[in-house]
C-alpha cells in the first residue's frame, strides 16, 4: 500500500492568519496557537488528531504547545504529536514553532515534579523522544516552585538553551516577583525569557490585575494565554444542562459547582453582546483576549476540526467599541 503523503495548503500564509511578535524577539507567533492538553492523547484517535493538526497548519498555525504530562495519560500527547511528526509534519519541522514544559506531576517519586535541575533536564529528554524532535522551539517551567532555589531553576533553563534542546525558554504562572526576577535573571545569562504563559479570559483577569501583562510589556516577554473560554463556561454548551461529552459530564477540571446561576446569567449577558457583533460567545471571547496588543497569542483547544474552523472565525472581528468593553465589564 502506497504511503499518503500530506500536503499542506500553499494558502496557509495568504494574510487569514495575522503573527505577532513575541515581545523583544525575531518570533513571530499566530495570533491563534493550538494547544494539546486535551483531546489529543492516548484515550483519543491518532487519526482525528492527526486531521486537527493538518487543519490548524492549512490555516496559518505554526504554533503547537504541549506539556510533559498532556495526556490523559500522561506523556500521550507527545507521543501523539511525535508520530504525526514522523508521518507527515517533518518536512515542515523549520515552518513549526513546538513548546513543551515540565513543572507538575509526571512520575512517582521527589524528582517527578516542581522547578529542580534534576527534574528539568530529565523531562525534557523524555519529552524530545516522545516527540521524536532534536529540539522544541520553547521549554517553559510549567509552574513556579517555592521551595527550590529560583536560581537553579532559571539555570537549568539557561543550559538546555545552551545544550541546543531548546531554543527559548518561558515560564508559565508564576507570582509577579517570581517572574520580574526570572526576567532578570534569565537576561544577565544571555537567555532571556521569551514567553509568560497565563490563564486569562473574560471570567478571569489575574494577568491585568496583578501586573502581569504591564510586567511583560515593561520587559519585552511575549504573553500568551491559555484557557480563553474558561474551561467552556464561556460558551453556549451549558444553557440547557451538562452534555455527557462536555468537560463538566466527563469529570474534568471543571466541576459542576463552577456552573453556579450567577454564571450562567453572566454567560446570557454575554451571548447577547456576542451576538449583537455577529459572533458565537466563544468567538468573541477569544477576540476580547487579542483586542489586547500586548497578548501574543492565544491557545485553544479543539474536540474537533468544526470547532477549531469556529474559533478561528474570531479573527474576522478584533475590534470592540467602547460600549461593548465597559459592557461587557460590567457583567
Known sequence: MLKEYYYPSEKRYDGCM??????????LLPAISLGLWHNFGGVDTLELSKKKIHYAFDHGITHFDLANNYGPPYG??????GEIMKQSL?????????????????????????????????????????????????FYSHRYDPNTPLEETLQALTDIVRAGKALYVGISKYPPEAAQFAYNYLKENKTPCLLYQGKYNIFDREPENSGILQGCQEKGVGFIAFSPLAQGLLTDRYLNGIPADSRIGRGGYLKKGDLTEETLERVKKLIDIAKRRGQSLAQMAISWLLKDERVTSVIVGASSVEQLSNNLESLNNLNFTAEELEEINNI
Not at 495575522?18 to 518570533?27: D, Q
Request: glycine fraction near 10%; hydrophobic fraction near 30%; proline fraction near 5%.
Open 90 to 138: 517533518k518536512p515542515f519541522r523549520d515552518e513549526l514553532f513546538i513548546s513543551t514544559k515540565a513543572g507538575h506531576d509526571m512520575w512517582d517519586g521527589p524528582y517527578g515534579e516542581w522547578g529542580s535541575r534534576k527534574y528539568l533536564i530529565s523531562s525534557l529528554n523524555q519529552s524530545l523522544k516522545r516527540m521524536n524532535l532534536e529540539y522544541v522551539d520553547i
Open 18 to 27: 495575522p503573527y505577532r511578535r513575541c515581545g523583544k524577539s525575531g518570533i
Open 76 to 81: 500521550s500527547a507527545e507521543e501523539t504529536f
